[in-house]
T-cell receptor, first 114, second 112 residues
Framework: DAGITQSPRYKITETGRQVTLMCHQTWSHSYMFWYRQDLGHGLRLIYYSAAADITDKGEVPDGYVVSRSKTENFPLTLESATRSQTSVYFC?????????????FGPGTRLLVL | GQQLNQSPQSMFIQEGEDVSMNCTSSSIFNTWLWYKQDPGEGPVLLIALYKAGELTSNGRLTAQFGITRKDSFLNISASIPSDVGIYFCAGTLNFGNEKLTFGTGTRLTIIP
């Protein structure tokens, strides 16, 4: 089905483990984004990508790594998970920058770090 | 970084009532957006505002881009049960959706 998907939807891991969250979109959107959502903070931008092989830091990038080898995929890796990274993670995509394009959000991944 | 103050944090209303929420920023934005998030889902765009002073409607929803470019409000008229959820404002300096800053959300609950 067309759209933006995230996997896994739920993940439990332990402190210190590496975790990768996947994001896939079928619209060939140029822009993709990763947010985390925590109570009292709303959504905060972790990283974003303007195109394949182009990524940039958002508001809270520490402890995360991203890559964008293909336009449709934008994985987010927690290299050594910490309890403070327990959160709900949302991926989003949009068609262009500077135009009246909206960001479409995926369903989210709920991550618990023990 | 930029701060978006959204109020109220929560609202408890009866079906049929009108709802009003607002968002203020410490600095100017060129685009204001309003999103709704249902439980277990990602945010969905409701209304986008691109010009200071702009008033835009989407069904029972009306939003305005403040003339100072530092605030926006969202009104919902004649609320119905499916309006329940969390409403987020978001802003960006860019004329589009790059690097949005989100408010902390307004949780809307409808009392039977």
């Amino acid at each position: 089905d067309a759209g933006i998907t995230q996997s896994p939807r739920y993940k439990i891991t332990e402190t210190g483990r590496q975790v990768t969250l996947m994001c896939h979109q079928t619209w060939s959107h140029s822009y993709m984004f990763w947010y985390r959502q925590d109570l009292g903070h709303g959504l905060r931008l972790i990283y974003y990508s303007a195109a394949a092989d182009i990524t940039d830091k958002g508001e809270v990038p520490d402890g995360y790594v991203v890559s964008r080898s293909k336009t449709e995929n934008f994985p987010l890796t927690l290299e050594s998970a910490t309890r403070s990274q327990t959160s709900v993670y949302f991926c989003a995509s949009s068609g262009t920058s500077g135009g009246e394009e909206t960001q479409y959000f995926g369903p989210g991944t709920r991550l618990l770090v023990l | 970084g930029q701060q978006l103050n959204q109020s109220p944090q929560s609202m408890f209303i009866q079906e049929g009532e009108d709802v009003s929420m607002n968002c203020t920023s410490s600095s100017i934005f060129n685009t204001w957006l309003w999103y709704k998030q249902d439980p277990g889902e990602g945010p969905v765009l409701l209304i986008a505002l691109y010009k200071a002073g702009e008033l835009t409607s989407n069904g029972r929803l009306t939003a305005q881009f403040g003339i100072t470019r530092k605030d926006s409000f969202l009104n919902i008229s004649a609320s119905i049960p499916s309006d329940v959820g969390i409403y987020f404002c978001a802003g960006t300096l860019n004329f589009g959706n790059e690097k949005l800053t989100f408010g902390t959300g307004t949780r809307l609950t409808i009392i039977p």
